[in-house]
């Protein structure tokens, strides 16, 4: 099966979650060719990066070969970095002084807790930077073949990518060159799923292993709170609604406001269609509705191991539509007030969590 990317319209940025499960343990391990571990330090000024390295005494001497295994043409993690900087340098970005940390962050485009420093291939890694351009960003992506999209970062670390409430204008980062669609493996006691993101329209959750929300899911369902029917009413990506259905609820209704979270969701029902035992479809136009949304609009739905339904909208509006539910998760962003949330969905559901 293949799907298409909803960023760029390749067929190669969605693996199926099925695939990714299967080959994710192996696909940033080194090889028995492979160097040891450059120990190059995050802080070292590029200048003194490569102190020791003869091959390397300037940034001319960086290029896409530059220390990449002729046996599996996987590179370092460090080395891509480095050979960004270089490039930041060369275009006047950066001195002599800068360091890998300036660089930006790095994410994997398969994301999960790798215990051990990361080779990379072609296209598996996405750029969040803070000092960049969208001539660089061209360069980066059209020289450093690991790199797949280059993000430009707008606003404080901590402004959340996305909306806060239906009253407010989405916050979302640049995409200056190349694809951001990037998966993260997620972790459970009923199961994993690969949950896919255009990460420059979606809130970045760094997790260490399980993340704290499923870890509040898996006590619910020993409290046998998942059996029935379950809403996620601002679901993201859909982790929360997704990992409901592999714990086994009987419905699940998925919703948020913001069109690319709705996207993103539609796409993981598709990625993680038979993982989940979920055949998919679509009822109406994805590109005519609008960016954030009021009413609430049925937008897919999906039938199999449970019944799911998608919508498009304001989550006190849903609780008007929905007759009746178990279960109401809220994964509101942090210091958005939630009271008023909850009292909208009292009567409607049985139970009504804030996460
Ligand atoms: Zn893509
Ligand atoms: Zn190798």
């Known amino acids: ?10 067929s190669g940025c969605v693996i199926p979650a099925d695939m990714v499960l299967e080959s994710a343990y192996t696909m940033y391990a080194a090889c028995q060719s492979c160097m040891a571990d450059p120990g190059i330090g995050k802080q070292t000024p590029f200048d003194r990066l490569f102190d020791g390295v003869d091959a390397i005494g300037g940034i001319d001497d960086i290029d896409d070969a530059t220390m990449r295994c002729q046996s599996c043409g996987k590179r370092h993690l460090d080395l891509v970095v480095a050979h960004v900087l270089g490039i930041l340098i060369r275009e006047g970005l950066c001195d002599m002084q800068a360091t890998l940390s300036d660089v930006g962050t790095p994410m994997i485009t398969i994301g999960y807790q790798i215990p051990f420093p990361p080779r990379l291939g072609r296209d598996t890694l996405i750029l969040i930077m803070n000092t960049i351009d969208k001539k660089t960003a061209e360069m980066i992506i059209s020289e450093v073949s690991e790199v797949k999209g280059v993000i430009q970062r707008k606003g404080s670390l901590e402004h959340p990518i996305g909306i ?3 009253g407010s204008s989405p916050h979302t980062y640049d995409l200056l060159a190349g694809c951001d669609l990037r998966g ?3 972790l459970s ?10 990460q420059s329209d979606t809130h970045i959750e760094f997790s ?3 993340s704290d929300k499923v870890q509040v899911l898996e006590s619910l ?11 996620d009413a601002c679901c993201g990506a859909g982790t929360l609604g997704l990992v409901s259905v592999l714990a086994g609820a009987r ?3 998925l919703n948020d406001a913001f069109l690319p979270a709705v996207k993103n969701t539609i796409l993981n029902i598709r990625a993680n269609a038979s993982v989940l035992g979920l055949e998919l479809e679509v009822h109406v136009d994805l590109s005519e509705l609008p960016v954030v949304a009021g009413a609430p609009v049925l937008v897919a739905t999906a039938h199999g191991s449970c019944d799911v339904s998608v919508y498009h909208g304001d989550l006190v509006r849903l609780a008007a539509v929905v007759d009746r539910c178990d279960l109401c998760l809220i994964d509101a962003f942090i210091g958005v007030p939630t009271a008023g949330f909850a009292e ?4 409607t559901a049985r139970m009504v969590v804030t996460i």
């Not at 099966?1 to 390749?10: A, E, K, L, N």
């Not at 369902?221 to 809403?231: K, M």
């Open 184 to 186: 993260d493996i997620v």
């Open 164 to 166: 806060l409430d239906t």
């Open 344 to 347: 909208a969905w009292k009567d």
């Open 1 to 10: 099966m293949t799907i298409i990317c909803p960023r760029c319209g390749s």
């Open 251 to 253: 419905e699940v209704i």
């Open 208 to 210: 260490r292993g399980k």
């Open 189 to 198: 006691a009923f199961g994993e799923l690969c949950i896919y993101k255009t």
């Open 221 to 231: 369902y020993y409290q046998r709170r998942l059996l029935g029917s379950v809403v």
